[in-house]
């Protein structure tokens, strides 16, 4: 089943499923090897513009920049940046938050760490990250982007790139002509242009309540003969999951990322028929309910319903609430009601009720504000909510 998936690693240099992470810290653990220009201290700062530099630390946030040929930059600690313009280089950090950038060709940026960044602007080079939430970027032609962590943002623009992944919920992006892109992660998601090949992978439960694969499938966007589960030719710039042996056209309204069955409009509102990519997974398939997205210009609500999707656009539309009253009462207080969170977010009950369900807050209608605090990072209306609490 997975062939295709092999054969692409392969050719790009990586085994993703079994031993990615080994062979990026083995690779880190070379350069180190033969590294000068080295600090072991925190806060330290190696610079060094002379061709086949080396530059190395193992403190906690060290910068190595290289403006030569051939240089490698190598840093183990915590939010460290490496910075390359020389050709062929090589950065590689271990720690977390670590920044690799290179506009060289053929250069090559790893990562291990969570939240990594990689990214090249050169002609054929190779990002590469095992940590969580990292972002690979390249902008060069024939460039190769791989990650097998979890959340991981994939993204090229170079003409026939590569990109692999095979953690859990990546995001892969293809802007370049004649690339290729696969990903044999749970849930994950492909948006690419026209003639780009494509390849996604599905999983099920299985006997023990785990996530397994038992299906992928390949197309190529904007070939007729390959069609979505509504039987649309597959869109340029549109992000496709596989669910149900189909590839399914992926939306995120405020926060929600939905599989799009049905779409039509009632006078200036758009009503979308949907699954919330969250319950396609579901080992009882009669748990998964429908909901209705009704969208108005740049606004747009949730519901079960039709008409309780329309009726929460409608609530959001209301511009009559007294902000400031509310903040007041939730510091007198210190807790927090639903419908005090949706009037100063406009956040709609379906999406509120989705929240609290994935916390496990039943049937409450209120929590302390310091619980709150400890989940609500950056679901829909996040942001705005703590900018109303802390700053007024």
Not at 5 to 31: C, R, T, Y
Not at 129 to 143: F, H, K, L
Not at 154 to 176: F, H, L, M, P, T
Not at 196 to 221: C, G, H, S
Request: glycine share 8%.
């Amino acid at each position: 089943m997975f062939d295709f998936f092999e054969k692409v690693a392969k050719g790009i240099g990586f085994k993703l499923i079994d031993n990615f992470s080994d062979k990026v810290e083995e690779w880190i653990k070379g350069i180190f090897e033969n590294c000068q220009n080295a600090s072991s201290g925190d806060y330290a700062q190696n610079a060094s513009s002379g061709y086949n530099a080396q530059n190395a630390s193992s403190g906690d946030y060290a910068q190595n920049a290289s403006s030569g040929y051939g240089a490698q930059n190598a840093s183990s600690g915590d939010n460290a940046q490496n910075a390359s313009s020389g050709y062929n280089a090589k950065n590689a950090s271990s720690g977390d938050y670590a920044k690799n950038a290179s506009s060289g060709y053929n250069a090559k940026n790893a990562s291990s760490g969570d939240y990594a960044k990689n990214a090249s602007s050169g002609d054929y080079a190779q990002n590469a990250s095992s940590g969580y939430n990292a972002q690979n970027a390249s902008s060069g032609d024939y460039a190769q982007n791989a990650s097998s962590g979890d959340y991981a943002q994939n993204a090229s623009s170079g003409y026939g790139a590569q990109n692999a992944s095979s953690g859990d919920y990546a995001k892969n992006v293809i802007s370049g002509k004649n690339s290729i892109c696969f990903d044999c992660g749970y849930k994950g998601t492909i948006k690419a242009v026209k003639g780009t090949w494509i390849a996604l992978a599905e999983y099920k439960r299985d006997n023990n309540d785990k996530m397994i694969p038992v299906f992928a499938k390949t197309a190529q966007i904007g070939n007729k003969e390959y069609t979505d589960v509504r039987k649309r030719v597959l869109k340029s710039n549109a992000e496709y999951i596989l669910w149900n042996k189909e590839f399914c056209e992926v939306v995120e309204i405020d926060g929600i990322k939905s599989i799009i069955l049905s779409e039509k409009k009632r006078d200036n509102i758009k009503i979308i028929k949907a699954v919330d990519i969250r319950d396609i997974y579901k080992q009882d398939k009669d748990q998964i309910e429908a909901m209705y997205i009704a969208t108005e210009g740049k606004i747009s609500a949730h519901g079960y319903t039709v008409r309780e999707a329309i009726d929460d656009l409608t609530y959001k539309k209301l511009d009559n609430v007294d902000s400031e009253e509310i903040i007041a009462e939730i510091k007198r207080t210190g807790k927090v009601t639903r419908s005090q969170y949706r009037a100063l977010t406009g956040a709609c009950s379906f999406g509120t009720n989705k929240f609290c369900e994935e916390h496990n807050i039943q049937d409450l209608e209120e929590i302390e504000i310091s619980e709150l605090r400890k989940i609500l990072i950056s679901d829909y209306g996040a942001e705005r909510f703590w900018n109303l609490i802390d700053n007024n």
